[in-house]
């Protein structure tokens, strides 16, 4: 049995990023695995100031106090992390961007991460849209030794819902089946 933590990055609710994260999650079979879903929207997170401080403190406890420690212990037992963001400038969302430099804690050490999967949809329709996005998740699977649980990128939705009836749900329902 495993615990997957799926991070959704959009702040729009129920736009392409949810809905393709929540087709991932309806494939998955929950009498095999829990699926434990944190989304950005409505969480008050900060970007890491870089002080250094959660490395002084004992427990690592970070100095900014906001809803950052909620999704530390929600990550603390994951197995297979998740990670659906929007693309708007090449990167993931500023939103999920500042959860991911927080995790810059030492805290991150206690994690039982052992696999990565990536969801990204994009408005842009050029073929390098995602180019940056895939490099900083190849590099995040190679500092961690996390073993690759697949990509899926969907371009061209710029519209809330225009991924509805992408053949991207299609894959990303197998991919979620695949646990």
Not at 10 to 28: H, Q, Y
């Amino acid at each position: 049995m495993s615990k997957i933590t799926v991070l959704i990055g959009s702040p729009r609710k129920n736009g392409n990023t949810e809905i393709l994260a929540n087709t991932f999650i309806d494939g998955v079979n929950k009498q095999e695995n829990t699926v434990e879903v944190i989304s950005v929207s409505g969480k008050r997170v900060n970007g890491c100031t870089g002080c250094n401080f959660c490395y002084r403190d004992n427990n690592h406890n970070c100095a900014l106090k906001d809803d950052m420690q909620e999704i530390y212990e929600k990550l603390v037992d994951a197995d297979v992390l998740v990670i659906a963001t929007p693309v708007y400038f090449y990167g993931v969302s500023s939103q999920l961007k500042c959860i991911i430099d927080r995790l810059h804690n030492p805290i991150r050490n206690t994690f039982k991460v052992k696999e990565l999967v990536l969801l990204a949809v994009c408005a842009d329709t050029i073929p390098t849209v995602f180019d940056s996005l895939i490099t900083m998740y190849h590099s995040v699977l190679s500092y961690f030794s996390l073993k690759d649980g697949g990509v899926i990128t969907v371009p061209g939705v710029s519209g809330k819902g225009d991924i509805k009836g992408n053949p991207a749900l299609v894959e990303a329902r197998k991919l979620g089946a695949g646990y």
